[in-house]
């Protein structure tokens, strides 16, 4: 699986935006998706996934109920939507594909990733 984020850019405190994951190669229904992050000098961490269907999602509990992750099987997209954004939010995000049965808030990882995009909120 073939992953391409887009989205990310520079926002003020309290602003929004809307991270988007192109998926290619394989049955993108076939996977369950989520998204990660990491900030400088900081470990890669958790922060929202969705099962293959979209009817099961989890998130991080830092960024719950700022954060909307959902799926469009038809265009082999998954989107997160970011509202209230804050400084802490600073940080790369990545994409990831994954066929675990685990899921990926337990394991802390998937199986395929994107190159990341750079999401900067000032203060």
Do not use: H
Not at 20 to 30: D, L
Not at 31 to 50: S, T
Request: charge should be positive; proline fraction near 2%.
């Amino acid at each position: 699986v073939q992953l391409v984020e887009s989205g990310g850019g520079l926002v003020q405190a309290g602003g929004s935006l809307r991270l988007s994951c192109a998926a290619s190669g394989r049955t993108f229904s076939n996977y369950a998706m989520g998204w990660f992050r990491q900030a400088p000098g900081k470990e890669r961490e958790f922060v929202a996934d969705i099962n293959w269907s979209g009817g099961s999602t989890y998130y991080a509990y830092s960024v719950k109920g700022r954060f909307t992750i959902s799926r469009d099987n038809a265009k082999n997209t998954v989107y997160l939507q970011m509202n209230s954004l804050k400084p802490e939010d600073t940080a790369v995000y990545y994409c990831a594909a994954s066929s675990s049965l685990v899921t990926m808030s337990k394991r802390g990882s998937g199986d395929y990733w994107g190159q990341g995009t750079q999401v900067t909120v000032s203060s």
